[in-house]
Nanobody, 129 residues
């Protein structure tokens, strides 16, 4: 059974940083792209970033571009989301999801929640003073 687990969330002051981890098991990052999403109370799940399996291309939402950085460690089967200059509006539950790389058009599909096959349980990030 595929397993995805996010970790690294917590409480941080505005302007601070956090690094989230997305550890996957029972499948390889060679065949699945990994996307980061978040969901704030009363809002829809928002796509933040995605890293392609086939060539490592990374996509970002405008809301986080320049502040968040996605990376991966194939040996550890883990994808990271480094979040800097955090703002109160970044408060949300953060999720990572896996999308099958085969024939997937990342440029138009990476931020669509419905494209992802598996999800982690989420990790809470709270930005507050």
């Amino acid at each position: 059974q595929v397993q995805i687990a996010e970790s690294g969330g917590g409480l941080v002051q505005p302007g601070g940083s956090l690094r989230l981890s997305c550890a996957v098991s029972r499948f390889t990052l060679n065949y699945y792209g990994i996307g980061w999403f978040r969901q704030a109370p009363g809002k829809e799940r928002e796509g933040l970033s995605c890293i392609s399996a086939r060539d490592g291309s990374i996509y970002y939402a405008d809301s986080v571009k320049g502040r968040f950085t996605t990376s991966r460690d194939r040996d550890l089967n883990t994808v990271y989301l480094q979040m800097n200059s955090l703002k109160p509006e970044d408060t949300a539950v953060y999720y990572c999801g896996a999308v099958l790389d085969l024939d997937f058009t990342y440029s138009t599909g990476w931020s669509r929640e419905s494209e992802y096959h598996w999800w982690g349980q989420g990790t809470q990030v709270t930005v507050s003073s």
